[in-house]
């Protein structure tokens, strides 16, 4: 069956430093691949997409991510955390019709 | 319109009553979802329209849920006989093709007291 695992519902990191979030899936095919987030009491905002090509995509505000089939996963990475980064992430995997999301990682940042 | 425009933002209403909210999507987006985010829940699929397609109500979680999609625009999503259960923020967002994500609007709040 089809899901998509956040394993860290909550992470904290300091201003200033490095950010990985993680995402796993599980899906017959390769699906498309997508984080999006959402900042407190707004709508969601896609930080960037992966349907083929080079693994590694870049994507708004500075965030990253990376395919890696063997281990069917699609972390978020950021090299520096901004305060304005705290929000909550959802990795959302799927085709067309069927699109599945993530049960989000809060993400705090401390000063 | 410039992004996709739900309404209303917030609605709060009596347990059992009916209850209607709108999705106006971005102009030309064929394909229009609606997913339910319930508290530090992550976002649970409704229903999904593309075009003049069958709709896929795979995810509605009861008969008392239903939606349409008018002149494959506008959407109503309507809860009849509400429980407090179905207290969540309503996300619809809509999209061209799915290989360029989805655009998602900021939500109705529904409260059922």
């Known amino acids: 069956a089809q899901s998509v695992t956040q394993p860290d519902i909550h992470i904290t990191v300091s201003e200033g430093a490095s950010l990985e979030l993680r995402c796993n899936y599980s899906?017959?095919?390769?699906?498309?691949l997508f984080w999006y987030v959402q900042s407190p009491g707004q709508g969601l905002q896609l930080l960037l997409k992966?349907?083929?090509?080079?693994?590694l995509v870049q994507g708004i505000k500075g965030f990253e991510a990376e395919f890696k089939r063997s281990q069917s996963s699609f972390n978020l990475r950021k090299p520096s955390v901004h305060w304005s980064d705290a929000a909550e992430y959802f990795c959302?995997?799927?085709?067309?019709?069927?699109?599945?999301f993530g049960a989000g990682t809060r993400l705090t940042v401390k000063p | 319109g410039a992004g996709v425009s739900q309404s209303p933002s917030n609605k709060v209403t009596e347990k059992g009553k009916d209850v209607e909210l709108r999705c106006d999507p971005i102009?030309?987006?064929?394909?229009l979802y609606w997913y339910r985010q319930s508290l530090g829940q992550g976002l649970e699929f409704l229903i999904y329209?593309?075009?003049?397609?069958?709709?896929?109500k795979s995810g509605l979680p009861s008969d008392r849920f239903s939606a349409e999609r008018t002149g494959g625009s506008v959407s109503t999503l309507t809860i009849q006989r509400t429980q407090q259960e179905d207290s969540a923020v309503y996300l619809c967002?809509?999209?061209?093709?799915?290989?360029?994500?989805?655009?998602f609007g900021s939500g109705t709040r529904l409260t059922v007291v």
């Open positions: 899906y017959g095919a390769t699906p498309y």
């Open positions: 967002a809509s999209s061209l093709d799915s290989a360029y994500g989805y655009t």
């Open positions: 959302a995997v799927g085709t067309w019709s069927d699109m599945r």
């Open positions: 329209f593309q075009g003049n397609s069958a709709p896929d």
């Open positions: 102009s030309g987006h064929t394909a």
């Open positions: 992966y349907f083929s090509g080079d693994t």
